[in-house]
């Protein structure tokens, strides 16, 4: 009996994901030309369609469908195989493969990839940023080992590990038209002064939550898609906004006339690090996600 590599399940299922053999193929690192090779492959091997194929679109059958979820069990199995393998290993060695969303990447990893190279020095990290759902569900296909990611956050069949908090800080120009920085009340703001990433982004939803900013009306209809149009936008007062502690140690304001006023003790997300339940690296993870928060600690400020 022929059976399919892991290498096609893989490949499928990025296809079933993206529904786009350039996306998918992309996703996995491979020429498109190789990837569609892959995906025939595995359809004879199956001897089953898995796609329609047409000049613009792709569309799983509904097979091809069913397939893709006992192709995501398959490659979990073998995951975890592979990870009991590694279990009678040294610790924090070999490959490991990390998603981050992209509120937490550019400020943690410079303070702590340094100090985790020096002392794991026979550890490869590979880093993918991504929006929290999106890693989640590479955690969950086998394409991730670990996550790091802002609570709280709801997702099913996780362990997490909180590291710290980082509180929410207000973001203006000390000049803005829209608030007095030192004496900020919320109830006091403007229609439309409140300046936000746009959905998707979880830093949004805490912003929301944890500096309780529960008038919508004070909030834009423009939103931004990324950390450093929003800080432009609030350089430009168009608004003003909430960044988090973690931007005190990069260069993200430089530049800018923008600056950090300090908002109520309870005003924080927490920063986590989250692997499948019953993985056999759990006490692995764990090592690490103490050495990140130990890490991240020496490089708080002592003021």
């Avoid at 529904?19 to 996703?27: D, N, S, V």
């Avoid at 794991?120 to 086998?142: A, C, H, I, P, S």
């Avoid at 502690?245 to 908002?263: I, N, Q, R």
């Avoid at 759990?282 to 130990?294: H, P, R, T, V």
Wanted: charged fraction near 25%.
């Amino acid at each position: 009996m022929n059976l399919p590599t892991v290498k096609q399940l893989r490949y499928f299922v990025a296809l079933e994901s993206h529904e786009h053999f350039g996306k998918a193929a992309e996703a996995c690192f491979v020429s498109q030309s190789a990837f569609s090779t892959a995906i025939r492959e595995l359809e004879t091997t199956l001897e089953v369609q898995l796609v329609d194929r047409t000049n613009k679109n792709v569309t799983v059958t509904h097979v091809g469908r069913q397939i893709a979820g006992e192709a995501r069990r398959c490659i979990r199995d073998i995951e975890s195989l592979v990870e009991l393998a590694r279990s009678n290993h040294a610790p924090l060695t070999g490959e490991l493969r990390i998603g981050i969303i992209p509120t937490i990447a550019p400020f943690l990893l410079p303070q702590v990839l340094p100090a985790i190279r020096k002392r794991f020095q026979q550890l490869r990290l590979y880093l993918t940023e991504d929006m929290t759902l999106r890693v989640y569900d590479k955690l969950m296909n086998g394409e991730l080992d670990l996550i790091i990611i802002a609570l709280p956050f709801a997702l099913r069949n996780v362990e997490m590990l909180p590291l710290f908090k980082d509180r929410f800080l207000l973001a203006c120009r000390e000049d803005t038209r829209h608030t007095h920085p030192r004496g900020y009340i919320f109830n006091e703001l403007n229609p439309e002064s409140i300046l936000l990433l746009e959905d998707g982004h979880c830093l949004r939803d805490h912003a929301l939550s944890a500096c309780h900013l529960q008038d919508v009306d004070k909030i834009s209809r423009f939103t931004a898609s990324s950390l450093l149009t929003l800080v432009q936008m609030v350089d430009s007062d168009l608004g003003i906004s909430y960044l988090t502690e973690m931007v005190k140690k990069s260069t993200l304001l430089t530049g800018t006339a923008v600056k950090l006023w300090p908002l109520p003790e309870d005003s924080y997300r927490e920063i986590g690090l989250a692997w499948r339940r019953g993985s056999a690296r759990e006490a692995e993870f764990e090592q690490l996600g103490k050495f990140i928060q130990s890490a991240w600690e020496t490089t708080l400020p002592t003021t």
